[in-house]
């Protein structure tokens, strides 16, 4: 199997990136959004993370880009600055290759050396397989914060995980 390699984000990547949130936008609970995504509002999102210190990375194989995370800000309060949210995605064709895995352990080891303290994630409850990737990585549950998204004709539950940092 081709080896993952992990680099920064580059806005040459978005076009594929778009092409993945879409289609976890149209075919899953994954996020919650209901509007496919443009180029330029992507685009846009990524500068607003990048400017603010927090890391964009994509994983490749081969060079072709298959996936991708980032995290930020959880909340807005000033208080809240050492605690990260973040988001990972894997070219759906792709899972079961230890990309995600890559990615995670690159994004973990990031927020560690910017001595964040803890991240967190935010799961649609339906994806226990999300759910059981965070927990390889020691994230625990740590609320289920019942429908809070309605997508698909039904509500959704929105399970918060956390991992400890430091």
Do not use: C
């Not at 990547?13 to 995504?37: F, P």
């Not at 600055?81 to 895995?101: A, C, D, F, Q, R």
């Not at 001595?115 to 994630?121: D, P």
Request: net charge negative.
């Amino acid at each position: 199997m081709a080896k993952i390699e992990i680099r920064p984000y580059k806005p040459e990547d978005v076009e594929t990136i778009v092409a993945i949130l879409n289609y976890y936008i149209v075919n899953s609970t994954a996020l919650y959004d209901y509007t496919q995504r443009t180029f330029e509002q992507q685009l846009a999102i990524f500068e607003d993370k990048l400017s603010k210190g927090f890391p964009v990375i994509v994983a490749t194989m081969e060079e072709r880009i298959v996936g991708f995370g980032y995290y930020s800000e959880f909340r807005f309060r000033e208080a809240y600055k050492y605690t990260v949210e973040h988001s990972v995605y894997v070219l759906p064709n792709e899972h079961g290759k230890g990309i995600g895995k890559v990615i995670m352990e690159s994004l973990i080891g990031l927020a560690k050396k910017q001595k964040l303290h803890t991240m967190i994630a935010v799961i649609d409850s339906e994806n226990q397989d999300s759910v059981a990737f965070h927990e390889k990585f020691g994230f625990k549950t740590v609320a289920v914060i019942k429908e809070t998204g309605f997508k698909f004709d039904r509500w959704l539950h929105s399970q918060f995980m956390q991992l400890m940092l430091e």
